[in-house]
């Protein structure tokens, strides 16, 4: 395997990835010029937009060549833009970013389809199409400077969509959110900037902005590449959100309408763990090594906060995003790993996550529809009258606990097993928090489908509808075929996490993996230096 780990491995003559962006974009175009009197209108051009979209990545996935030797970027574009500033449209897709597309592409539609908004159509529907094509921006772009206005591109969509449609205290919810994440992504630009000039000035030639240029000659002094590291990292940990930045999330997905908890769950929370993948460990192999304690620090340190916090909410939705900050600590956990079971299992949870909690935000949603409150002492005894969506609530929590035979056990299991062939003290402490999360929503289940109805206006709720039922029906689906057959999955994002794995090893003086990579053409010696590669 070549040591230019990411190497543009195919092209495409009809640019299929900056479809996935114009596509969006010309929905939201036609949302605005659209009668706001017409609000059945406004919705089928959004469902119509978001399903291409949708169709598009799910094309891409049946197109994806998953060999080990196509391990580099796929269905590449590349256009100049700016080229005085070495600033360029350049797209592409591999392993890592695949499935994140995917997820993007199946979770919009659903979103747009369970929520209809109390008023103000049309500007509902523009954002969130201007809100999907950002995020398919940040996990196609191979472009610094594109990266970064498509990561923040998706503030303020995001920002109004909290702050014009979310419940409660909604503005300051999404006042928070916005200072928080632009604070951090402030201090990338400056980074991304720093990263650019000095590249240009080590290797004498023009200012690029391009990822595997700057990512494979790894020009920086190590101490200067470990503070420019520093300022991606913020960044990313903010948008995870890594604690303790992560104060604003529990406000946002309280606040935000359902549409928006889904989004904010299931892909914005992604940016950040996708960011230490694609920007961290590829551009600073060295700092991501010398900062990885400190990370997977705050990761296990996540991992149980949010889940002892999770337990003492009485807001059901609120303890479902506390749920999120438990789940993205097990990310971080198998991300910083560095080896190939850890970044996989990372990879996995990521889309995991995305499938199981976007499914209970969406059955939080479907309750408060009916009961007007997320009080779980105002709840309870919910299963007579809704049998249906208790079944389908106790699939989707016992997913997220991480139950064998579903999708969240192969991620956990992934995660659990990297961290400790690595880190086995953190992948302990770690394994306290998959019990934790059992006892968190297995009590918070009891309390809300079982017992004692506590209002007799609540014993008479409908069920399920058919739409809802057909709407949830996909992301049920996923949850089992990926907990019972997740090869599929793996085998396309293996040669690009393989990659990855070679790249950190090069770069990196005294870096070995301690696990034979299954699958790889790569064997780690430890007693040579650099030399395991056949």
């Known amino acids: 395997m070549s040591t230019t780990s990411f190497a543009l491995a195919a092209s495409s003559t009809f640019p299929v990835l900056p479809s996935l962006i114009i596509i969006p974009l010309i929905g939201a175009l036609l949302i605005t010029v659209t009668s706001r009197q017409r609000p059945e209108l406004l919705k089928l051009i959004a469902v119509i937009t978001s399903i ?29 833009w700016l080229s005085d500033l070495g600033i360029s449209w350049s797209f592409g897709l591999d392993g890592i970013s695949l499935f994140l597309v995917v997820l993007t592409g199946v979770l919009f539609p659903l979103a747009l389809l369970a929520t209809d908004p109390e008023h103000s159509g049309r500007a509902w529907y523009g954002w969130l199409l201007i809100l999907e094509a950002g995020v398919m921006g940040v996990f196609i772009s191979l472009d610094l400077v594109m990266f970064f206005l498509c990561f923040e591109a998706v503030l303020v969509p995001m920002y109004f969509l909290i702050g014009r449609w979310g419940h409660g205290n909604r503005t300051y919810a999404a006042t928070k959110f916005f200072l928080y994440t632009m604070a951090g992504s402030a201090l990338m630009l400056v980074g991304i900037l720093a990263l650019a000039f000095l590249h240009a000035d080590a290797t004498g030639n023009a200012i690029t902005f391009d990822l595997v240029e700057i990512a494979e000659s790894q020009s920086l002094a190590t101490t200067t590449a470990r503070w420019v590291f520093l300022s991606f990292a913020l960044a990313f940990a903010v948008k995870v959100p890594i604690f303790p930045l992560h104060t604003w999330l529990p406000d946002a997905h309280t606040e935000a309408p359902t549409a928006g ?7 914005l929370l992604k940016l950040g763990t996708y960011g230490f993948l694609r920007f961290g460990l590829y551009l600073f192999p060295e700092a991501s090594h010398y900062f990885a304690p400190v990370f997977l620090t705050l990761g296990v340190v996540g991992i149980l906060y949010g889940a002892v916090v999770a337990t003492m909410q009485k807001d059901l939705k609120r303890l479902v995003a506390y749920s999120s900050v438990a789940h993205l600590g097990f990310i971080v956990l198998g991300t910083f790993a560095l080896n190939t079971e850890g970044i996989e299992g990372g990879l996995l949870q990521m889309v995991n996550h995305g499938i199981s909690t976007s499914a209970l935000f969406l059955l939080v ?38 139950l064998p035979g579903l999708n969240g056990f ?19 402490v770690a394994t306290v928090g998959v019990v934790l999360a059992a006892l968190y929503l297995l009590w918070a289940y009891q309390r809300v489908f079982h017992g004692k109805t506590q209002d007799e206006t609540k014993a008479d709720i409908p069920d399920l509808s058919l739409k ?7 992301l049920i689906g996923l949850i089992i075929f990926m ?17 990855l794995i070679e790249h950190i090893e090069v770069h990196v003086e005294g870096f070995n993996e301690p696990i034979t990579q299954k699958g790889s053409s790569i064997q780690v010696d430890d007693s040579s230096d650099h030399g395991g590669h056949e």
């Not at 799910?58 to 580099?72: K, M, R």
């Open 483 to 499: 907990g019972v057959y997740p090869r599929p999955v793996i085998e396309r994002m293996e040669p690009a996490v393989d990659a």
């Open 410 to 428: 192969v991620g956990e299991f992934l995660i659990l097993l990297g961290a400790f062939n690595a880190h086995r003290w953190w992948a302990l």
């Open 52 to 80: 291409t979209t949708g169709a598009i990545s799910i094309w891409l996935l049946t197109a994806f060549d998953s060999s080990h030797e196509s391990h580099g970027f796929q269905f590449t574009s590349h256009h100049e």
């Open 261 to 267: 908890s889904v989004i904010l769950a299931g892909v």
């Open 365 to 402: 949603g479907m309750i408060y529809e009916r009961t007007h409150t997320r009080q779980i002492q105002d709840l309870g005894g919910l299963q007579k009258s809704v049998p249906v969506m208790a079944g389908v609530f106790t699939l989707v929590m016992l997913s997220s606990i991480g």
């Open 468 to 474: 809802e039922k057909l709407i949830l029906g996909p």
